[in-house]
């Protein structure tokens, strides 16, 4: 992560309801096929005519690629947490699917935040990051639960 310690976020600095938004990201149809013959090949993911005659009715990215996307834009976000986003599980949902030509965006909001009760440094996030298409409809729902740092004791007096 680029810039100085003050961009970081500590669980400290971290508040219920706080939230965070990310940049814009296109999704073309090279890439869904790309990432389907790497990750997912299924009809549905890398084939146009094959995917008419499926539950989606055309070409749809994998969710695993949408989740990928995802990561990229909150790592991207301004949601800039100490130590990286580092997962300690999800529940992870995909309403309707991503489609090419899509343009994709995170609004994330924190639901809960508290200090590990083992370990003094640590603490958990809970954060609910809803994806977007360019008409604001949910392709995503991801809630992750996060390990964030706390202020390290000498920056916490400075």
Known sequence: MEGNDGDLLYLDDIQVGQKFGSAN???????????ASQF????FHLDDHAARDTLFG???????????????????????????IIGAGC?????????????????????????????????????RNKTHNQVGEVVQVMTAKLVVSRRPVASAKS
């Open 91 to 127: 529940e992870i949902s995909w309403p309707i699917p991503t489609r090419p030509g899509d343009v994709l965006s995170v609004e994330s909001e924190v639901l809960s935040v508290s200090a590990s009760r083992s370990r003094s440094e640590l603490g958990i996030v809970t954060i």
């Open 25 to 35: 990201y296109t999704v073309d149809e090279a890439q869904i096929k790309a990432f």
């Open 58 to 84: 055309g070409l749809a990215a994998s969710g695993w690629h949408t989740a990928a996307i995802t990561m990229r834009l909150i790592v991207t976000s301004s949601a800039r947490f100490a130590g990286g």
């Open 40 to 43: 997912d090949p299924q009809p």
